[in-house]
């Protein structure tokens, strides 16, 4: 059940609902998980500074039950994360902060319980 926590100083205007929807897919893919336990936020039109710079950026925070434990998990994620923004948004790499957040079962509340016991 992961969470993609989408932060940029970008407009509104730049984060259409196909956009969402594409970042969905797109996190599914590169986590392997299914689409359906895939939960976006994206907050936009923040102020926010990269490195002392008010230009364009996004910070993401990715968390996740198993798939964002190791640095080689989490270098292979950030590359496809890298090209999807980069891609999509026009932003330099420079200008996307990722944090990754791995969780443990007990941590994620759904359906009146815990995900160790659904």
């Known amino acids: 059940m ?3 926590d989408l932060e940029s100083n970008l407009p509104a205007s730049r ?9 969905c897919c797109a996190a599914a893919t590169i986590l392997d998980k299914p689409k359906e336990r895939i939960n976006v ?17 996004v910070q993401l ?24 923004f980069t891609q999509e948004l026009g932003i330099t790499a420079d200008r996307i902060l990722i944090r990754f957040y791995p969780v443990e079962k007990w941590q994620i509340g759904k359906n009146g319980t ?3 016991f659904l």
């Open 61 to 84: 925070a990715v968390s996740s039950i198993g798939v964002v434990g190791t640095a080689e998990q989490n270098k292979q994620h950030s590359a496809k994360f890298f090209e999807f």
């Open 41 to 57: 936020t994206v907050k936009h039109g923040l102020l926010m500074a990269v490195g002392g710079s008010m230009a364009p950026c």
């Open 114 to 116: 815990v995900m160790t």
């Open 15 to 23: 984060f259409s609902e196909e956009l969402v929807n594409k970042l």
């Open 2 to 4: 992961p969470f993609i």
